[in-house]
Nanobody, 124 residues
Framework: QVQLVESGGGLVQAGASLRLSCAAS????????MGWFRQAPGKEREFVAA????????LYADFVRGRFTISTDNAKNTGYLQMNSLKPEDTAVYYC?????????????????WGQGTQVTVSS
């Protein structure tokens, strides 16, 4: 089992920055990558970004490329999502996830473990 705990969400104005953290514990050695997803009210969950624990290979959704940066601190078993130039449409609950699969990183079904989510609200 792996446990994930997110933090760092909050209420900010458009153009501001936030850094989300996701602390992993448990059998983290069995996982291959960390992903961030988000879900806005009334919308489906969508992929934001993913990174492999080893090698640091990254993948981003088109709508965040250039504004968000995903990273990890393997010594701390922690992943981060640095979000800059936030827009009101970025408002959502953000979830981190991890798992052992190496395929379909944008598909939430390929992740085994999920955090509880952290709310990000961007006002205009």
């Amino acid at each position: 089992q792996v446990q994930l705990v997110e933090s760092g969400g909050g209420l900010v104005q458009a153009g501001a920055s936030l850094r989300l953290s996701c602390a992993a514990s448990g059998r983290t050695f069995s996982t291959y990558r960390m992903g961030w997803f988000r879900q806005a009210p009334g919308k489906e969950r969508e992929f934001v970004a993913a990174i492999t624990w080893r090698g640091g290979f990254t993948l981003y959704a088109d709508f965040v490329r250039g504004r968000f940066t995903i990273s990890t601190d393997n010594a701390k078993n922690t992943g981060y999502l640095q979000m800059n130039s936030l827009k009101p449409e970025d408002t959502a609950v953000y979830y981190c996830a991890t798992g052992g699969s190496s395929s379909l990183p944008k598909d939430g079904a390929t992740y085994d473990y999920w955090g509880q989510g952290t709310q990000v609200t961007v006002s205009s």
